[in-house]
Structure formats: structure tokens, C-alpha cells
């Protein structure tokens, strides 16, 4: 069923939403010679009014077309806001050539245009967009010279172009750190919220996530929408490498595997950092027989790795414990039941796979 926005992208329906705000400026100015008209102040025919608005709505509802359908995307500036910019900056220019005497007033749709390019535009197309700006002012008057040479005031209309010149090179100075300003302020969010959710060492997930992830999976699996498993997976003799090759060396060796084995993993697994050299695997939609396989790659995969800044001959292995999620039960009970699999892993020689089964209470 077709909605205005698409449901499932967030960056396209702000785009969206910031094309509405565009349109709405678009239906004001298209009022707005609707009045000049109807006051008996503008040149403009109805047959250009009609026509000069028609063609408007209809370059609008390409924009949305082209943005809905996700034709945007194949362009580097998605928003399309240069190009957006451009065509309003055009219309502005034929509402000039019919107002006559309210040009001044007209003026004003300058900073209308030019206030949208915050959400995107950097200096230097701030600045392109001024001179397109002034220059298609002028053009715009000499032809009006030439046509209808009694609508033109010269020291007005020269003064005119004298605020533009200055105004919208001072506004795109302005505009351009403000975006730059905004992008900042953006990466810097981006970076807070990877540091609240991304172990710093191993750069997986961390505990708090997960835990985030585990309820989004359990409340999928109460649903029955599909199961998940559970694998922990601890170092083996791991403070033998601290005690031996130092706390730096250890840490090289955390993120190797922490690393190693998130490349091993499918893009709708997870893992995360549970505490000291424990780590989780959360695999999504599988069922246990086709975990214990994938905890069994991950253990094989560990054993052969090589660590940067250590021995050749220097090798590490790891023990894994792992369970499914029984539905409607509590999300530590499953990790309780891989804990308890770690542990007998841990017991019956290390370097292996443990499964404990889902028993109904």
C-alpha cells in the first residue's frame, strides 16, 4: 500500500519532509502573485499565472518522485538541494520581471531560497548560488530595459543589485559555516553515541548493548518470528598471556579475536564485549544446530590467528558455551544456561564447544 514516506528509511522521509517545507514556500509566492494579480499590480497575464504555476507544481512533483522512488540516491548531494535552489532562484526571477514597481519587496524570497541551503550547501555553493543569483537579477532588468523600459527606476533598481551583491555573499559566508557547523555538531553526536554503545578496546559491541540487543531478540522470539542462540565464549589460560607478554600484549590479543571473529560473523549476528576476556554471540534466526557450527568455526578460526607484536609460534584458543532462547522466558536465564556450557567446556579440557539444552519448566 503506497505511503507519503517511506516507512523503512529515516533519511529519505527527511528529505521528504524538508521538500514539503520547500513546496509550502512554493504555494505561498504562487499566493502571493495570485494577490499581485488580482490587485491589478503586475503585468502577468492569468494565462501566465496559470501556466507559470502549473509548471511549478509539476517540477515539484518530480523532486518527490525522484526522492520517493530513490532515484536521489545515484546523486551526491541525495537532498537535491543545490538543484532545488537553482529552479527557485529561477522563479524568483520571473515573479521579477512582472512585478514592476514591488521588485524591492520581491527581494525578500532571496532569504527564503537561501535559509534551505543550511541544511546542506557548503561556502563555495552558497556563493555559486549568489552570483547566479545577481547575475540573472540583472539579466532580468536589462530585459526589462529593452521591453518595457518605463517599469525601470535606475537608482532603485541599481541599489537593488548593489543588496544583493553584498547581502548574498555575506549570507552565504554565513550559511557555509553554519552548515559546516551543523556537520560537526553531527559527527560529534555520531561519535557519543558510538562510544555509548562500542566496547573501546575490543570495538565491539558492549555489555549495555547488548543487553539492548538481547531484549530486541527476545521480544521478536516471544512473537515466534524466529529464534536465536546464544554463545559465550571466553580466552583460555588468558592471564598467562598478560603474566608473560604484559597487559599491552593482552590487549592486542583481545581485539584480534574480538575482531577476527566479528568478521566471521553474518551481517544479522552480533558481538559483544560481556566482561574482562568474555565475549557473546548473539546469532540471529538460527536454529542451535547450525550455532554449535558456527561457535565451532569461530573456535577454529581463534586457534589459528596470528598477533602482531607476538611470538610465531604464539598461539591462543578459546572455549564457547551455548544455548537457545526459550521463548517468554527471562534473557539472563539463556545466558545463564551458555554460561553454565562455558564453564563445562572449561572443565572437560578447554578449546571445545558445549551445548546446554532449553529444558521446559
Known sequence: MF??????DHNQTLRLKRFLMAF??????I???GFFYFQGITRATLNVLVI???VNI???LLIYAIIRTGLNKRFKDQSLTLIQMVMATF???????????LRSVV?????????????KLNVWQFLFLSVFAVANYVAVLLLLYKTYPESINPKIDVLNILILAVVLPWFSLVGGYITKLRAQISHALSTIEQLAIIDDLTQVFNRRQMYKILEGQKALGDRGIHPFSICIFDLDHFKIVNDTFGHSAGDIVLRTVAQEAQKNLRNIDHIARYGGEEFILILTNLEIKEAIVCAERIRDITKKLVFDDMPKEFKITISVGVTEYRPSEFIQNAINRADKALYRAKANGRDRVEYEPSTTI
Open 3 to 8: 505511503s507519503f514516506f517511506p516507512k523503512d
Open 24 to 29: 509550502g514556500s512554493y504555494i505561498g509566492c
Open 31 to 33: 499566493a502571493l502573485v
Open 52 to 54: 507559470g504555476s502549473s
Open 58 to 60: 509539476v517540477f515539484n
Open 91 to 101: 522563479w524568483i526571477m520571473l515573479i521579477v520581471y512582472y512585478a514592476d514597481l
Open 107 to 119: 527581494l525578500i524570497l532571496y532569504i527564503v531560497v537561501f535559509m534551505f541551503g543550511l541544511f
